[in-house]
């Protein structure tokens, strides 16, 4: 959600490099976009739990965009709340000690608010849980999770159609 606001700003004011307050902005209005989920990604995630897989989606998402996007892609069950443990931030991950995240790591399937070193720090918990872990990631600053994954996937335009034919 973004809101726009306005105030007037003299000449003074820019010249002097002052800060607009903002408790003096007048509200315009309300802005919400909508990220939806990518065709073929609830078929995937479905096909991905009837085989065993557990699908996580650690992402740099704000925890409510984070939760929409992970129910409507069938990773959340809509019964799942923020409580319930299936959704943490980064900073609550963090802050977990060794042995807490240790137990907590096969419960949580959506990470917020979360940047490559916790994506790293997730995969390296399943590791040392003995799991099998694949990483999907379209940026190169996730490279420190891809390369300590057992699989890792890095996507892109050009590997799509790489992908697609080789049944990924």
Same mark, same amino acid.
């Given at each position: +959600?973004? =809101?726009?606001?306005h105030n007037i700003?003299?000449e003074?004011n820019?010249e002097n490099?002052? &800060?607009v307050e903002?408790?003096?902005?007048? %509200?315009? *209005?309300?802005? *919400? @976009?909508?990220?939806p989920? =990518?065709?073929?990604v609830?078929t995937?995630?479905e096909s991905?739990?009837?085989? *065993?897989v557990?699908?996580? +989606?650690?992402?740099g998402d704000?925890?409510?965009t984070a ?7 069938g990773i959340l069950d809509?019964t799942e709340? %923020?409580?319930? *443990?299936a ?7 963090r802050n977990f000690?060794? /042995?807490?995240?240790m137990e907590?790591?096969e419960?949580?399937?959506?990470m917020?608010?979360s940047?490559?070193?916790?994506k790293?720090?997730?995969? /390296?918990?399943?590791? /040392?849980?003995?799991h099998?872990?694949?990483?999907t ?6 490279a420190p999770? @891809?390369?300590e994954a057992?699989?890792? @996937?890095s996507m892109g335009s050009?590997? /799509?159609k790489? @992908?697609? &034919?080789? =049944?990924?």
């Amino acid at each position: +959600m973004h =809101r726009l606001a306005h105030n007037i700003v003299t000449e003074d004011n820019v010249e002097n490099h002052q &800060r607009v307050e903002e408790n003096r902005l007048t %509200l315009l *209005g309300l802005v *919400g @976009l909508k990220d939806p989920c =990518r065709p073929g990604v609830k078929t995937a995630e479905e096909s991905c739990r009837e085989a *065993g897989v557990n699908v996580k +989606m650690i992402t740099g998402d704000d925890v409510f965009t984070a939760k929409a996007i992970a129910t409507e892609c069938g990773i959340l069950d809509t019964t799942e709340d %923020l409580n319930s *443990g299936a959704v943490v931030e980064r900073k609550d991950f963090r802050n977990f000690s060794d /042995q807490e995240r240790m137990e907590k790591v096969e419960t949580i399937s959506v990470m917020a608010r979360s940047s490559p070193f916790d994506k790293l720090l997730m995969v /390296q918990c399943l590791k /040392q849980k003995g799991h099998v872990v694949a990483v999907t990631s379209d940026g190169t600053n996730d490279a420190p999770a @891809l390369k300590e994954a057992d699989i890792g @996937l890095s996507m892109g335009s050009k590997e /799509q159609k790489w @992908l697609k &034919r080789a =049944r990924i």
